[in-house]
């Protein structure tokens, strides 16, 4: 690793996970060793991006040390995701157009095995975008899904919450989920949701101001994430563990996303201002490879008891 503490092994690969986050044995130098990967292997993430938030984005990944790639045209999907090492597919400022891409792009990512992110923004605001979001639930796909707790509400029950893009409302996630997938939901509480377990990660510290796009560049660091965590753990991913060692990697994946958030947004917490929060939230990107990070992760009591596994 280029910086920090040497990580520990990997999330154990073929066996139930055990103790740690929830029961998935993640480790606070695992998931800063994740984060010192995507900055030593610069990792090629295709993000189809919302143009809200698209700059926002790619300005996120770069400063994790992962190079952003942003396309949108189905006729170029397939190469494009063919040559990424992830691939997130955001559905803000959905039409048919898009919809047609994203389906492309799911499927391609399934055929090349490589790590997906969808985040289904807004889906519970319109029938349109809800009907698209189950449709492509329906499709068969393996990796994670990112939303606030009124999307994945919306997508459990199949009822619109007629709330925009935000999540205003504590509402249960007792629903189904999608085979194979994991789900890292994003609100005063982040949770991760996975079949057979769930676990709570809770914040430390909030924004003064509600900066536009941190739901969208929570999704484009996971797919970050979710790059570092297969590679980590790829030797082992053969036979009868590829599915296990999936779910796990992507639960790595998840626990780093929500977990590095949550410091960049600790530090941007602490300024006044719109633009200089936003900055911060950069900054403190940047800064998740360095050892401070795990120094945060090790001195949080909230969040890694005693320096050792998480208490779920």
């Known amino acids: 690793m280029s910086r920090g503490r040497r990580a520990k092994e990997p ?7 055990v103790l740690g986050i929830g029961g998935t044995g993640v480790l606070p130098e ?5 984060f010192q990967l995507i900055r030593q292997e610069k990792f090629l993430i295709h ?3 919302n143009t809200v938030s698209a700059a926002f984005c790619a300005d996120g990944l770069a400063a994790l040390g992962a190079r952003p790639l942003m396309a949108v ?3 170029e999907l397939g190469e494009i995701v063919a040559q990424a090492d992830g ?11 898009k919809l047609a891409a994203a389906k492309v792009a799911l499927q391609c990512a399934a055929q090349e095995n490589k790590p997906l992110v969808l985040d289904p923004v807004g889906c519970g605001a319109s029938s349109f975008r809800l009907g698209a979001v189950q449709e492509l639930l329906g499709l068969p796909w393996k990796g994670m899904v990112k939303g606030n707790h009124s999307e ?3 997508i459990q029950q199949g009822k619109l919450t007629r709330e925009g893009i935000d999540s205003l409302q504590n509402r249960s996630l007792a629903g189904r989920l999608k085979p194979g997938c994991t789900y ?5 509480s982040d949770c991760i949701l996975w079949e057979g377990g769930r676990a709570k990660l809770p914040h430390r510290g909030a924004l003064r101001q509600n900066v536009v796009g941190t739901g969208c560049l929570t999704g484009a660091v996971a797919g970050a994430c979710s790059s570092a965590a297969r590679t980590m753990a790829k030797e082992k991913m053969t036979g009868n563990t590829k599915a296990a060692g999936r779910q796990n990697c992507d639960i790595l994946a998840a626990a780093s996303a929500s977990l590095g958030m949550a410091f960049a947004l600790g530090r941007a917490g602490k300024e006044e201002g719109y633009g200089a929060a936003k900055s911060a939230i950069l900054d403190g990107l940047c800064l998740l490879s360095e050892a401070c990070f795990l120094e945060w992760l090790l001195d949080d009591g909230s969040a890694f008891a005693g320096g050792k ?3 779920g």
């Not at 999330?11 to 996970?17: D, L, S, Y």
């Not at 691939?87 to 157009?97: D, I, M, W």
């Open 184 to 188: 890292l939901v994003t609100g005063g």
């Open 73 to 75: 045209a189905p006729e």
């Open 30 to 34: 695992q998931v800063a060793e994740v």
């Open 309 to 311: 596994e998480w208490v």
């Open 11 to 17: 999330v154990p690969i073929g066996r139930a996970p």
């Open 152 to 154: 994945i509400f919306s």
């Open 47 to 49: 993000m189809m991006p």
């Open 87 to 97: 691939c997130v597919v955001n559905l803000g400022q959905l039409s048919q157009g």
